[in-house]
C-alpha cells in the first residue's frame, strides 16, 4: 500500500474515533433523534441541520453560547447561517417583540410599523422600493418571476455551486426540486466563460441572478472584474442583475454591493434582517417593482398571510436601526475579517492543506492547497477532513456548519475568538501527519 493509501487510512481511523467520541458523548440528542425519526422524515423538517451518525439538539441559548440536551456549552460560531447575527435573545429585540405581542399578533390590516421598517430597508441598501416576503426563498422566486414578466424572457443565467433557497439550489448543476425555469448554468469567477454565454442567450436572457460572495458553497468571493462584466454585459443586452444578498447584506453597511461598488436592478434579502424572525425581502428599480402597485390596472398579484407580520416588523426594524448601525456592522465585519487571517497565518505555520475562505463576518474551511475561486475549487478539497475538523470542533466546544461555514454574531468577542483560534491550532497539532 502506498504513502496515499496509508494515509487514507489513518483518516479514516482517525474520523472513526472521533464520531465514536461523538456518539458516546449525546446520547440525549440520540434518544431526541430517534422518537424525532417517527413523526418526520428521517427526524428532520430542514435538511441543512442534518448529519451522520445524527444530529446534535440544542436546548438554549444565550448572547453566543449554546447547550445540547447533554447540558454540554458550545460557542456559538454557526450564527444561524448569518441568520443570527445579534445572537440569542437580544434585549434591545426582545423588547421590540414584546411590545408587539402586547398590540396584537395577527391583525390582517396595514400596521404601524411596516412602512417605516421598509423605509430604513431602503435608506440601508439603496433601494428604490421593496416588498417583504416569509423568506430568501420566497424573495428569490418573485425577483426572478418578475425579471421574466418585467423584460419579456424566459431564460435565467444562474452558477454551478449557487443556492438561493430550496427550490434554487445549484450544487452539481442543479436539484430536482428546483422551480422549473429556463437555466443557462456558468461557472462563478469565470469572467470569459459567462461573458460568452450571455452573449449567446442575450436575446432570450431575463436575468443573471448571484451571490456577490457564495454562501453556502464555501464562502467564495466574487472577483471585481467579474461583477464588472457581468454589470456591463447585462445593460448591454436588456438583461437584469439581481444580487442575492440574503446572507451578504451584513458584510457592509449598505450590503456587500456598497463595499464592491456594483449596482444591481433587484436585490434579494433575508436572514438577519428580520430580527431573528422569519424574514425575506425584494426590491429595487422602482419602475420594476412598481409593476405590483395594487392601483394598476395590470397590477401583479402578491399575497402572504405574514409578509407584515408585527413580529417580523418590529423586530427588524429595532434591529437595523438601533442595534446594526453602520458602525456596527464595520466593527463586526472589521473583526472577522482579523479573525480569518490569524486563522489563515496558523494554516500557513503548521504547511497544512487547510484553509479559511470568505470576507467579513463570514468563513468558511476548505482542506486544500491553492485559490478557492469557485464551488469546482472547493470540491478539491478533502471531504473526510472537513468532517473530521468538524467533530474535533465539536469536541473542544466550537458550534459551526457541518460543511465548514461559520459566522460572526454581535456578541462574539475576544475571549470566544481566541476559543476558536486554540481549537484550530490544536487541531492543526493533533492532524498534522493527516494535512500535509
Excluded at 451518525?53 to 440544542?58: E, G, I, K, S, Y
Aim: glycine share 12%; aromatic share 8%; proline share 4%.
Amino acid at each position: 500500500m502506498g504513502g496515499t493509501g496509508l494515509r487514507n487510512t489513518d483518516i479514516d481511523a482517525a474520523l472513526n474515533e472521533a464520531r465514536e467520541g461523538y456518539v458516546t458523548g449525546a446520547p440525549a440528542s440520540l434518544a431526541r433523534y430517534v422518537e424525532a425519526t417517527t413523526v418526520m422524515p428521517g427526524g428532520n423538517t430542514r435538511t441543512v441541520l442534518h448529519y451522520a451518525p445524527f444530529p446534535l439538539a440544542m436546548a438554549r441559548a444565550d448572547g453566543c453560547r449554546m447547550w445540547d440536551l447533554d447540558g454540554r456549552e458550545f460557542v456559538d460560531f454557526l450564527g444561524e447561517y448569518t441568520a443570527g447575527l445579534y445572537g440569542h435573545s437580544h434585549p434591545v429585540i426582545r423588547a421590540a417583540v414584546e411590545r408587539a405581542l402586547d398590540g396584537g399578533i395577527s391583525l390582517g390590516a396595514c400596521n404601524m410599523v411596516e412602512a417605516r421598517f421598509a423605509r430604513a430597508v431602503c435608506e440601508r441598501f439603496g433601494l428604490g422600493r421593496v416588498r417583504f416576503t416569509n423568506s430568501g426563498t420566497e424573495a428569490n422566486l418573485l425577483a426572478m418571476s418578475l425579471g421574466r414578466i418585467f423584460t419579456r424572457r424566459n431564460r435565467v443565467l444562474v452558477f454551478n455551486g449557487g443556492y438561493h433557497g430550496t427550490v434554487f439550489g445549484f450544487a452539481g448543476g442543479g436539484s430536482p426540486i428546483n422551480v422549473p425555469f429556463d437555466y443557462v448554468l456558468a461557472r462563478y469567477n469565470d469572467v470569459a466563460g459567462t461573458q460568452a454565454l450571455i452573449a449567446d442567450h442575450g436575446e432570450d436572457l431575463a436575468l443573471v441572478i448571484l451571490e456577490p460572495m457564495i454562501g453556502s458553497g464555501g464562502c467564495i468571493p466574487a472577483s471585481s472584474d467579474f461583477l464588472a462584466m457581468l454589470r456591463q454585459e447585462t445593460t448591454r443586452v436588456g438583461a437584469l442583475l439581481v444580487l442575492d444578498e440574503v446572507m451578504t447584506s451584513r458584510l457592509a453597511p449598505g450590503g456587500l454591493q456598497s463595499a464592491l461598488g456594483v449596482k444591481p436592478d433587484l436585490t434579494t434579502l433575508g436572514k438577519y434582517i428580520g430580527g431573528g424572525m422569519s424574514f425575506g425581502a425584494f426590491g429595487g428599480r422602482a419602475e420594476i417593482m412598481d409593476l405590483f402597485d395594487p392601483r394598476r390596472v395590470d397590477a401583479l398579484p402578491h399575497a402572504g398571510t405574514f409578509n407584515n407580520n408585527v413580529l417580523t416588523m418590529s423586530a427588524g426594524l429595532a434591529g437595523l436601526t438601533d442595534v446594526y448601525t453602520p458602525a456596527a456592522a464595520a466593527a463586526l465585519n472589521g473583526r472577522g475579517d482579523r479573525l480569518r487571517g490569524q486563522l489563515n497565518a496558523v494554516c500557513r505555520s503548521a504547511d497544512a492543506a487547510m484553509q479559511f475562505t470568505g470576507q467579513g463576518s463570514m468563513l468558511a474551511v476548505h482542506m486544500l492547497r491553492g485559490s478557492v475561486r469557485s464551488p469546482e475549487d472547493a470540491a478539491n478539497g478533502d471531504a473526510k477532513l472537513k468532517e473530521l475538523f468538524f467533530f474535533d470542533m465539536l469536541a473542544r466546544g466550537i458550534w459551526l456548519a457541518r460543511r465548514g461555514m461559520m459566522t460572526l454574531s454581535l456578541p462574539i468577542d475576544d475571549v470566544e475568538c481566541d476559543a476558536l483560534l486554540a481549537a484550530v491550532e490544536e487541531f492543526v497539532s493533533a492532524r498534522r501527519s493527516l494535512l500535509e
